[in-house]
């Protein structure tokens, strides 16, 4: 044996006793690891059974806040509808200080000025006193305003009809006047009315026979006389029916006109107009009411459809807007349809309806029509334009309007946009009453600065407004119709709103509140009829009522080929070459509604100036546009594109 194997075999022992020890550490190692490895499972089931429940929470907790979006849209749904009708208005002294704010932070200072504009038309309007005098009002920062008037507002009588009553005292009146005489008479006026009744007209057709020429008794009969008895082989004669008259229908057109005015521009439901004339006397039933609408719709439609007509083939821009409205189909429940309204120019205003609100049925409206439109940004424009059938002009007026919306988020950067935004309207109203080729360039030229001015603006707040608030959504519109909002510049006769066509179709959103629905679409294509002629009535200066009450007499015997000239854009025109015969028949002897139809002046074809408010900036910042008309024309053009006011 070797020393080495000596050396092992001493060893032997030792290493065994290692070996045993490490034996024994990894069993004892390993009962740990399977103690460690029991207590991570017994985690991890922990934690996957926390992890379901974190899951159930979360669904939960998810459908909680959908409900809670849900009912927070309806509450909103609800405060809109229920919230009174009001303008968009902010004050202008808030609006002031905001632009004056964006001008200073952006370091603007070539934005014209319109100082002159405001002080020379405060001038202007403050010449006279309430009671007529010359001496201008002062207010504290040295300038002169007007001063308005207050009282009793004045009342033009002249077209009233005058009853007079003598007052005298009762000592007079128990003498008989005997013992007095009259010194003078103190007179003042009350505004009184009598009830409004229908008049039974009892058009009477004498039938006479021809006597023989040796017949003594050729005296003509009165209208008490008894009729004779004619010999069976006698010739009667007898006149025709008057052609004003409608045969075979109980209403004369006056009494439908005022039917049709009163449910469409008065907005009163059938059933009340039922009720009012119960409370005058006289039941004529709603149904009686609708068979009149019945016999006269297909009359006045044609009218409507050569309007349109004309409208498309004439028109340089024809303005749109619609709505929805409800339509009742038998028993089952209501169906939205839609309303459009198409404005051309100071021509015509022409609504449509359809089942539904795309691009192709407002293309079928649009057929054969090839220019500018002026709307909104909604989605059925688009492909009439990449078709090249429209070119579109955006309403500044919706902008607008979505800053507005952000007020309630962002106050002062929204007042900001706005007030920028008013001075564009204020640049539409010093350019109000220019032709077309001086307004063109005046407008375009006051226009771009401030149009510079509000993309610098946006420039400098786009990435500085949060993506989920309404002011983001303001400005996102504003970029994503930069280039139509734009179009306005190529051309005066381009309005800068929409305005209009939104007043037009207020007065439906106005009268569903009456009767809430449409029960079929014969009632909706009435609707469409009748306010086409009457917004059309109102655009020309004439009375509705007087209008439908003519044209109801003259149309049954009008050629159907030139119907347009019954159109009220036409009416004084055609009523100026009538013949004798049909002047016979549009003015009967129991109406003086044509009289009174052509006495009234034609309204000035001049743009409608916009609702918003003007903006009188601080004197320190000039930021108005000027106006180089002289005083008296200049207000004079004041005058005439103020808005009157409207039913809301």
Not at 419 to 441: H, M, N, S, Y
Request: glycine share 6%; net charge neutral.
């Amino acid at each position: 044996m070797s020393p080495c194997d000596f050396g092992s075999l001493i060893l032997l022992p030792v290493r065994a006793a290692c070996y045993a020890t490490s034996v024994a550490r990894s069993v004892d190692g390993r009962k740990d690891s399977a103690t460690e490895l029991v207590v991570a499972h017994r985690e991890i089931a922990r934690l996957v059974a926390e992890n379901a429940d974190l899951k159930t929470l979360l669904v939960e907790m998810q459908r909680a806040l959908d409900a809670s979006r849900a009912d927070l849209a309806r509450y909103r749904d609800l405060y809109e509808e229920n919230r009174p009708n009001r303008p968009e208005h902010v004050p202008g002294e808030e609006q002031a200080a905001a632009l004056a704010a964006a001008l200073q932070d952006l370091d603007v200072t070539l934005l014209p000025s319109v100082a002159e504009n405001d002080d020379a038309a405060d001038a202007a309007g403050a010449s006279h006193g309430p009671d007529g005098s010359d001496e201008p009002t002062s207010s504290g920062d040295g300038r002169t305003r007007k001063r308005h008037k207050h009282g009793r507002a004045r009342i033009d009588a002249s077209k009233l009809l005058v009853h007079a009553v003598f007052v005298d005292p009762p000592e007079v009146v128990a003498a008989g006047g005997a013992g007095f005489a009259l010194v003078s008479t103190e007179s003042s006026d009350r505004l009184s009315r009598s009830p409004a009744r229908y008049i039974l007209l009892r058009i009477h057709r004498r039938i006479f026979r021809r006597l023989d020429s040796d017949t003594q008794d050729a005296e003509t009969p009165r209208m008490g006389d008894e009729p004779s008895v004619p010999p069976p082989d006698a010739e009667l004669l007898t006149a025709p029916i008057p052609g004003a008259v409608w045969p075979r229908l109980l209403a004369d057109p006056s009494a439908i006109a005022h039917a049709i005015v009163s449910k469409y521009d008065d907005l009163l439901p059938l059933h009340r107009q039922e009720g009012i004339s119960r409370r005058d006397g006289y039941v004529v039933p709603r149904s009686t009411l609708c068979g009149w609408f019945e016999a006269v719709d297909p009359v006045l439609q044609r009218i409507v459809d050569a309007m349109f007509k004309d409208a498309k083939r004439t028109a340089f821009c024809l303005a749109s807007d619609a709505t929805g409205v409800k339509v009742r189909t038998g028993f089952a429940p209501c169906d939205p349809w839609s309303v459009f309204v198409f404005v051309a120019g100071q021509d015509h205003v022409v609504f449509r309806y359809a089942r539904t609100h795309d691009s192709v049925v407002l293309g079928e409206m649009l057929e054969g029509y090839r220019g500018y439109l002026l709307g909104d940004a909604t989605s059925i424009y688009s492909p009439l334009t990449t078709m090249g059938i429209i070119v579109l002009v955006c309403c500044w007026a919706h902008v607008r309007r979505y800053f507005y919306k952000a007020l309630e988020t962002d106050r002062a950067r929204a007042t900001a946009a706005i007030a920028i935004l008013g001075q564009l309207f204020e640049v539409e109203r010093v350019c109000t009453g220019l032709p077309d080729a001086e307004k063109t360039a005046k407008r375009a030229e006051l226009a771009r600065p401030v149009l510079e001015l509000f993309d610098a603006w946006l420039d400098r707040e786009r990435a500085r407004v949060d993506e989920r608030t309404p002011l983001k959504a303001a400005i996102t519109y504003a970029d994503n119709q930069r280039e139509e909002l734009r179009r306005f510049l190529l051309d005066g006769r381009l309005r800068i709103d929409n305005n209009v066509c939104e007043g037009l179709l207020r007065k439906l959103v106005l009268g569903l509140n009456n009767w809430k629905y449409f029960e079929n679409e014969t009632g909706l294509r009435w609707y469409s009829n009748f306010r086409s002629l009457i917004a059309s009535c109102q655009l020309h200066g004439l009375c509705p009522q007087r209008y439908l009450e003519c044209v109801l007499r003259l149309a049954p015997h009008w050629s159907q080929r030139s119907v347009l000239e019954l159109a009220p854009k036409y009416w004084r025109a055609t009523a100026n070459t009538l013949t004798a015969e049909q002047l016979a028949i549009v003015r009967p002897e129991w109406s003086s509604a044509f009289d009174e139809l052509m006495a009234m002046p034609p309204k000035p074809t001049t743009s409608v100036r916009p609702h918003h408010r003007r903006v009188k900036a601080q004197r320190s910042s000039a930021t108005i546009v000027p106006d180089e008309r002289d005083g008296a024309e200049r207000e004079d053009a004041a005058d005439r594109s103020r808005p009157r006011r409207r039913h809301r």
